[in-house]
């Protein structure tokens, strides 16, 4: 089974059922994928929705088969009337599901895992989101990278779902060189070959240049010291240009200081067509670029072509 992939149901209340259905139906029944969930809500979302797929119940990852059916691996549920993300009952569950895909790639059973999107409300401000809680739990903390990717430009945030006020306070030179060194790292040894990587500034244009902002007493030695360590990275640049089709075609992966100054661009270039990867973890943990839309719930109105890159890109690597 060393080629199998696991697909975490995630959030209940969610469009993922459906993204899960229409992927696996869209990729000609795709034989080495085992979906980590509860079976009776998969089996009945999917129905609702008038989609026909054979849907089979195991209990434990040895009766998989590689057979034309979605094989779920099925984890307990404890619910009464609601599938709500703020019961107690959905948040362990959830929990418990990524719990068996961490061990199970952990031991090498299978070559990583795709998390369908969560609600961050499960993880009650104790982690920040789904790579702050598997770094925790791979004992990398603060090792980790976000890697957004497309094939023609990732971008990566140094912090990710933090407030805004608390970005500046967040950003020093160990964190840019921890960081970049990991990214630096982990890119090569997933498309064998060393990221051109542009850095940007924190502030609009760079703060002017003034000798006590951040880009020159912090940002600008982390480039020196990760210049001399053979890392190909070039800043800090404004963020207002960076994005520009002259600018990105020059480097493989942006780096930017805070989440929505490096997602916001690259969403408007892209759309969801992309994958995020976390990087720095002892597996592959991709998910798709979107969240739980709750807004189309129920309406056959989702798209799995994020979950399908994700599911391609594992397969590809593993080639």
Known sequence: MNNLIVIIAGEPDSINSEII????????????????????????????????????????????????????????????????????????????????AHDLAVKKK??????????KKIFNNKFLGVTEYLSKKNKCKNNEVMLIYNKKLAVVPLTTHIKIKEVTKKINFKLIKTKIINLNKFY??????????????????????????????????????????????????????????????????????????????FKALYGYDAINITLGLKYLRLSPDHGTAHDIIGLNKASPQSLIN???????IND
């Not at 895992?113 to 969560?118: E, G, L, R, T």
């Not at 912090?218 to 890392?231: H, Q, S």
């Not at 190909?232 to 780096?255: L, S």
């Not at 994700?310 to 590809?316: C, E, G, Q, R, V």
Request: proline share 5%.
């Open 310 to 316: 994700t599911i391609n890109f594992l397969n590809k």
């Open 188 to 265: 090569f040894k997933l498309f064998k070959k060393k990221p051109r990587i542009a850095i940007l500034g924190l502030n609009p244009h760079n703060s002017e240049n003034k000798s006590n902002s951040i880009e020159n007493k912090i940002i600008k030695p982390a480039i020196i010291k990760l210049n001399k360590l053979k890392v190909n990275i070039k800043g800090p640049f404004p963020a207002d240009t960076a994005f520009n089709k002259k600018n990105a075609a020059a480097y493989d992966v942006i780096v930017g200081m805070y989440h929505d100054q490096v997602l916001a661009p």
């Open 110 to 119: 299978i070559i990583g895992f795709i998390n369908a999107p969560v609600d």
């Open 21 to 100: 259905a229409k992927a696996w139906r869209n990729k000609r029944k795709l034989k080495n994928i085992l979906i980590v969930g509860n079976h009776s809500v998969l089996k009945r979302q999917i129905f609702e929705l008038g989609i026909k797929i054979p849907i089979v119940k195991i209990d434990r990852i040895k009766n998989f088969k590689r057979q034309e059916k979605l094989f779920v691996l099925d984890v307990p549920i404890n619910f009464k009337s609601t599938l709500k993300i703020n019961s107690y009952e959905v948040k362990n569950y959830i929990f418990k599901c990524f719990d068996i």
